[in-house]
């Protein structure tokens, strides 16, 4: 005797029987529960792609508290200029400002405060006017 199948279209998979059509609408449920997933993932994780993207520096302005002076200073390009000249006058190899010591940081804003820029005294000497 040889198997027959209990329904015209039946597939015998591992002792169980499947009717084609319902084997077909597993296949494509299964695929579009993996292309939903593809979807849901994607979609969870494109914000988090786009925020770890590097970004220009135009519109980052870094302030640093001059605990001593009670004030704030913006370290930009002219700030990193004077740090430079500073660490020059002392005989001191480039040292990243973040690297220094407190003691270090501190010392150097209060330079700072009697080496203050040309532009800066010019302006000073025009609003006193």
């Known amino acids: 005797m040889g198997h027959t199948?209990?329904?015209a279209g039946a597939i015998v998979l591992t002792g169980w029987v499947f009717n084609s059509l319902r084997l077909e609408g597993i296949i494509v449920l299964r695929t579009?529960?993996?292309i939903g997933s593809l979807l849901l993932a994607g979609a969870i994780?494109?914000?988090?792609?786009?925020?770890?993207?590097?970004?220009?520096?135009?519109?980052v302005q870094v302030r640093?508290?001059?605990r001593d002076h009670r004030d704030?200073?913006?370290w930009d390009d002219r700030e990193?200029?004077?740090?430079?000249?500073?660490?020059?006058?002392?005989?001191?190899?480039?040292?990243?400002y973040n690297d220094q010591r407190a003691r270090d940081q501190r010392n150097y804003w209060k330079w700072r405060h009697n080496h203050q820029d040309r532009e800066e005294r010019?302006?000073?000497?025009?609003?006193?006017r």
């Open 45 to 59: 994780f494109a914000p988090t792609a786009v925020m770890a993207t590097p970004r220009p520096q135009e519109g």
């Open 80 to 96: 990193d200029h004077a740090y430079r000249g500073y660490l020059v006058e002392r005989h001191q190899t480039y040292r990243a």
């Open 122 to 128: 010019h302006q000073e000497r025009h609003e006193e």
């Open 32 to 34: 579009y529960g993996f």
């Open 64 to 66: 640093i508290y001059d």
């Open 72 to 74: 704030y200073h913006n």
């Open 5 to 7: 199948a209990l329904w």
